[in-house]
């Protein structure tokens, strides 16, 4: 039995392994989380604290109104994500020394799939939380890659930060081919996993990867002439701690068309300029907004957008910690008529979500599911690196014939989006 498919706990430790070597975007993103998921269940939520930001105010004397109102948001993370694998195998194959073909076969073919199901959760959540958009359907370049690690790095990201991109293996052919004397080349010594065989390049400080796991995107239809329907718009950090979005109402739609925003969609509005995180000051390039839900046109052709980031705009110099824009550029009394612009494209395109992101924009956690042998069937669970896999085994006296199921839980999460940026192709 020493080496066979009989081993539960062998078995559950190759395909655990072979998980972990198969993931790409989960070896970059943060795990900090995986902690807090101690006998976490289906369903669980764990509130994660948002960063807290201070102002500052000028002179010698602390007046009434410059003491910073400290308010400790958070992002609750569900643990959402439970998947599962399962194959018989006849008596007679259960017999197979575990290096046979057919074995091998059975666990690189259950790893893999595991794997995809992480991946894509990660991608999935990138284009539903992720608000920096690059429009790249005429074809990707060098330039959007450049484009997109500046921008956020003038949002606050650390300079010095190991930034990661992810893109799809026609636009890696294309970034290659376009100035390949650009990229410092990883050394090929080494190819173990996933992420070695994956890598391009570095560019701009972005380590670029091929990955065939992305999201892809449909948009709604978008027409009309979008503008911003009503003054004053905005929110209190307070109010929106948690979910960190808002209802915009604009007008100037098609009227009565289902599906005219999509969630994932893009827009950015006339004259909201994009600000730093840790100054809020203005950056001279339009702020996007994501759309955080499917939203239809009335006959009168207004619509009601969910978005995210929301328009935070406290004027007194204590409560600009949160502000999402400079309220010495941008005067939400007088928004009612302003431009709305899709950048996702109209029409229902679809296009193809490549990302630029920082570790610390991300959070994956993976749980520990508990051994369930107590209750007749083989089990093991391990967790290696951080991936978490159990695997249980049951004998079937109808079919003759052992019944396995590799299980995993996990969460996801794009906790500060601003350290993210979408990359939009055709391919």
């Known amino acids: 039995m020493a080496n066979t498919f009989s081993n539960t706990s062998l078995v559950t430790d190759l395909v655990t392994e072979r998980l972990s070597n198969k993931l790409i975007k989960a070896g970059m993103v943060e795990r900090d ?44 993370v569900v643990v959402d994500e439970r998947h599962k694998s399962v194959f018989s195998l006849t008596t007679q194959e259960m017999a197979l020394d575990i290096t046979s073909p057919r074995i091998q ?11 995809n199901v992480v991946e894509q959760a990660i991608a999935d959540e990138f284009t539903a939380e992720t608000w920096n958009y690059i429009d790249a359907s005429a074809g990707i370049s060098l330039d959007d890659i450049g484009d997109a690690e500046a921008f956020m790095i003038s949002q606050g ?76 718009q905005n929110v209190t950090y307070d109010s929106v701690s948690q979910s960190y979005e808002q209802t915009l109402n604009i007008s100037g739609a098609t009227a009565s068309t289902v599906g005219i925003f999509k ?69 939400v009394t007088a928004m009612d008529g302003l431009s709305v612009t899709v950048k996702t494209g109209t029409g229902e395109e679809t296009r193809k979500e490549n990302i630029i992101f920082a570790p610390e924009s991300f959070q994956l956690a993976m749980v520990d599911l508990p051994n369930v042998s107590e209750y007749g069937a083989k089990s093991a669970t391990r967790n290696y690196e951080g991936v978490s896999v159990r695997l249980v085994q049951q004998y079937g006296i109808v079919d003759d014939a052992i019944t396995f199921r590799a299980d995993v839980l996990f969460a996801t999460k794009c906790v500060q989006p601003y350290y993210a940026h979408r990359i939009g192709t055709s391919r």
């Open 33 to 76: 989380l995986e902690g807090e998921f101690p006998s976490a269940q289906y369903g669980d939520t764990i509130n994660m604290r948002r960063p807290v930001y201070m102002s500052s105010t000028t002179g010698a004397v602390i007046g009434a109104n410059d003491t910073t109102d400290i308010i400790q948001g958070t992002v609750p």
């Open 105 to 115: 076969n059975v666990i690189d073919a259950t790893a893999e799939e595991l794997a």
């Open 157 to 232: 990201v650390n300079q010095m930060a190991d930034l990661y991109g992810c893109v799809t293996p026609q636009s890696g052919r294309i970034l290659s081919k376009e100035v390949s004397t650009n990229f410092s080349f990883p050394s090929v010594a080494r190819v173990t996993d996933a992420m070695d065989r994956a890598k391009i390049g570095m560019y701009n400080n972005v380590s670029v990867m091929r990955d065939q796991v992305l999201s892809t995107h449909t948009s709604g239809v978008a027409t009309g002439t979008l503008v911003i329907d009503g003054n004053d």
């Open 263 to 331: 969630a994932g969609d893009v827009i950015n509005l006339e004259t909201f300029e994009a600000v730093n995180r840790k100054t809020r000051k203005a950056l001279g390039d339009l702020q996007d907004y994501v759309v955080k839900a499917d939203a239809d046109s009335d006959a009168g052709g207004l619509v009601a957008l969910t978005i995210s980031p929301p328009i935070i705009a406290e004027t007194d110099a204590a409560d600009q910690a949160y502000n999402t824009v400079d309220v010495d550029v941008t005067d």
